[in-house]
């Protein structure tokens, strides 16, 4: 039924009427459905490869995006693997078939989710090595374009990315050279590392123009790094220190030294550094060997140590540690599909449709994303036409609750380690913690012993004081009941007309203890350094050794503030409180 289709594509006369009957072969595959229709996308792969019709290639192309702007996302993954040919024909000699790969490439990249830049990247990457410039030139501007779709999924990318769109930055071709800076700009603008935004033009330009590499290392030099320094930013900055290192002038060599020093220190993750250790300590080495002076020798021994400690110690060493992750394989993860799909049938577009979500999944698992959003995106669209609605949709969850829990026994069993600290135990708990629709903590896992002092320690944003104030409300689940542990949480400000409330009333006003025996709290403030002078103030502080002194602002009161602050007195003093006659400003 669709071969008459088809001819009409290849006998039409002008781009703009093969354009129609593309559009017309598309109607029709959406009347039969996207199962029947893997066969017209099959019968389009030969005329993509006719190299004696032009009205061949360019109506095949055409014919490709329209399927793909009909379908959508459930034939992406019988149209991705059409993406070789289509970049092929980039580099075209005849100007239509070169626009028509153009917007079939458009159409058909812009189907996936943002989780499967991993799956596309290959595709890109073989375009970039191994076709011609025209074809490297549409490749990288994909590239370009998947940095606004899926920004954090091409920063996690980037140790695979920049090996590749440097080299391009190399090409013959100045047209390609162009376009492999501007995909580059883009690729670094994604870190999001604010201590790197104003050297990134410095960090692009020394890529194909390295006498630029001293004046980028001598400006990182003197850059205060303040932020958590992860995967991303090590990637876009080690071109550069690997040049700095290989550099004859001491100088430079030193500053980049100082670079990798100072940056290191504030990696947290040793999985993250530990990919370039091979590429930084050749460099190190060589210089601690025939470094021109003691001081730069000391510098790179200095920054080796600094490397080595935080990528988990020698490259190769028995005593290396880095972080424990889990793996699982896209066909683990298929095995899993089959074994929960009951609905799919056993044929070849279930096979292939599954195959494809499992790579999916896969990379999820690997990215250690669980938000449930993530998960239905990944798979609903593409096994829509294998079962109902309610179906796939209950499919979709049940495979998110169970890498969910795979995650938790995983991540739990990998972080087990010796259990050094001294006391008794207070609380070993498993808890999730979300705020609104977002998931903070997922299967997390806090131990607590007596006599210990813990950090919470995070970014803005995290949830810190969430998981603090829900240990205080009792709403942690597994932590201890106020009747085992008692917990008291701090605010880090205080509600205006509590700021003058003296010690012992602002104590009275918590729910939690406002029953307990009056004298023995204040013998509880007395035997810590609050006497009765101390306790009628109404803010005070403890030092680092202990001792509570009173806390003087010199903002003035304004007058709507100091007549407020009158009424509240006057109250107290009709209640018959005692109000100190010190507080005169806060």
Not at 110 to 129: E, M, N, S, W
Not at 164 to 172: K, L, N, R, V
Request: charged share 25%.
């Amino acid at each position: 039924m669709s071969a008459p289709l088809i001819d009409a594509i290849v006998k039409a006369q002008t781009t703009e009427q093969r354009q129609v009957a593309a559009d017309a072969l598309a109607a029709f595959a959406k009347s039969e459905g996207v199962v029947k229709s893997v066969a017209i996308i099959e019968s389009l792969s030969p005329l993509l490869e006719n190299k004696k019709s032009v009205p061949h290639r360019e109506g095949a192309l055409l014919a490709l995006g329209s399927v793909a702007n009909v379908f959508g996302q459930a034939a992406e993954p019988f149209l991705i693997p059409q993406m070789p040919k289509v970049f092929e024909l980039y580099s075209d000699k005849m100007v239509p078939v070169r626009e028509a790969a153009s917007v079939a490439s458009k159409a058909i990249m812009g189907l996936p989710t943002r989780y499967a830049v991993r799956l596309l990247l290959p595709v890109i990457f073989h375009a970039i090595k191994e076709s011609k410039w025209q074809s490297k030139i549409g490749a990288l501007d994909i590239l370009s374009g998947l940095t606004q779709t899926a920004p954090q999924q091409i920063s996690a990318a980037l140790s695979d990315i920049i090996p590749i769109i440097s080299e391009a930055m190399w090409d013959s071709k100045p047209e390609v050279r162009s376009q492999a800076t501007k995909t580059t700009t883009d690729c670094f603008n994604v870190v999001g590392n604010p201590d790197l935004i104003s050297s990134i033009p410095y960090l692009v330009g020394c890529i194909n123009r390295p006498e630029e590499a001293a004046e980028c290392i001598h400006q990182l030099a003197s850059t205060t790094f303040v932020t958590t320094v992860e995967e991303p930013t090590l990637a876009i900055m080690c071109p550069l220190l690997v040049r700095g290192l290989a550099e004859r002038t001491p100088s430079i060599q030193r500053q980049t030294a100082v670079i990798i020093d100072n940056m290191c220190k504030l990696v947290e993750n040793p999985a993250h550094a530990q990919q370039f250790l091979p590429k930084l300590l050749p460099g190190l080495d060589r210089m601690i060997e025939i470094g021109a002076s003691p001081e730069l020798r000391n510098v790179a021994e200095r920054a080796r140590a600094t490397l080595v400690r935080v990528g988990g110690g020698e490259p190769g060493s028995k005593d290396q540690v880095v972080t424990i992750a889990y793996t699982v394989s896209s066909t683990q993860v298929l095995e899993t599909l089959k074994e929960k799909a009951k609905f799919v049938k056993d044929d070849a577009f279930s096979a292939t449709a599954l195959t494809y979500v499992s790579t999916l999944c896969a990379e999820l698992i690997a990215s250690r994303n669980f938000e449930k959003d993530a998960w239905v995106s990944s798979i609903v669209p593409y096994l829509a036409v294998l079962g109902s609605a309610s179906e796939v949709a209950a499919f979709a969850d049940e495979i998110n609750a169970f890498y969910v829990d795979y995650d938790a026994k995983n991540a739990l069993s990998n972080a087990a380690v010796a259990d050094i600290e001294e006391g008794e135990l207070l609380c070993d708990c498993e808890f999730s913690l979300a705020y609104g629709g977002m998931i903070l903590l997922n299967k997390t896992r806090l131990n607590l012993r007596r006599g210990q002092r813990y950090g919470l320690c995070g970014p803005n944003g995290v949830g810190k004081s969430t998981l603090m104030r829900a240990i205080a409300e009792g709403q942690l689940e597994g932590f201890p009941s106020p009747d085992e542990l008692r917990t008291v949480f701090v605010e880090h400000n205080l509600q205006a007309e509590d700021a003058d409330l003296p010690v012992v009333t602002f104590i009275f006003n918590d729910e939690k203890i406002k029953n307990l025996d009056r004298q023995s709290v204040i013998d509880m403030l007395e035997s810590v350094g609050f006497d009765k002078e101390k306790q009628d103030q109404a803010e005070t502080k403890i030092d680092a050794f202990g001792n509570v002194e009173k806390v003087k602002s010199t903002r003035k009161l304004s007058r709507k503030e100091l007549k407020e602050k009158q009424k509240r007195r006057a109250a107290a003093k009709k209640r018959g409180e005692e109000v100190s006659d010190s507080e005169e400003e806060f």
